[in-house]
C-alpha cells in the first residue's frame, strides 16, 4: 500500500507488526495489537496524533495468496469541524487485503485490496496498512455527533457565538448587463 505522504522517521517496535509468513502452517493464524498515541510518534506530519484501537487480524494463507482481514475497534482523536474541540469519533470497521507473491518486478498496490509481493519475500510488515486505513476512516469534516435532543455535542460556548454571528447573504440584485440574455430561448 502507498503510503499517505507520511514518511515514518522512527522504527520503534517495528517487529511487533511484521508477520513472518513463510515459517507459518497453511491455514489462518490471529493476531491483535492495541493501537494508541504512540503508534503515531513515528510518523512525521501525521493525519491522527491520538487513538484507542484494538485491531484484531486474521492472517489466512494459502498457496498461492495470502489474505489478511483486519478488524478496527475503538476511536480515533480528531479535531470537530465545527467547534475545533476534539472528540473521539467511534470506530468499528473491517478490511480486507489480498496479497500475491509474484515473481519478477513487483507493482506493490494492484489496487487498495490488493497487495503483490516479491515471491522471495517472507515477512510482511502491517504498520504502514494500519495507519492507513486509521487515516482513510477520518472524515472530511468530522463533526461532533448530534444528542439525544438533535442538538450537536459541541463547546456549548463555541455554539452560542456561531448562533450570533450569523451571515446574512446580500439581497439579490440583478446585474441588467445579463438581462438581455433572459430573452434567449433555447428549444
Known sequence: MQPLG?????????????????SLPMG?????????????KGYENALLQ???VKVHVVFSKAPHS?????QFKGSIKVECGRCLEEFGLPLDVEKHL????V???????VDEEVLNISDRDQTIDLRQHIYDYLSLQVPLNPLHPEGKNGIPSCD?????????VTVNP?????DPRWNILKNIKLN
Open 66 to 70: 495470502l489474505e489478511l482481514s483486519f
Open 98 to 101: 489480498l496479497v500475491r507473491p
Open 28 to 40: 489462518k493464524h490471529e493476531f491483535d495489537y492495541n493501537i494508541n498515541d504512540s503508534f503515531f
Open 156 to 164: 456549548p460556548k463555541v455554539m452560542e457565538l456561531l448562533k450570533k
Open 6 to 22: 507520511i514518511k515514518l522517521i522512527q522504527m520503534e517496535k517495528r517487529s511487533d507488526f511484521v508477520i513472518q509468513f513463510a
Open 103 to 109: 515473481s519478477g518486478d513487483v507493482e506493490e498496490m
Open 170 to 174: 446580500p439581497e439579490s440584485q440583478d
Open 50 to 52: 491520538s487513538a484507542q
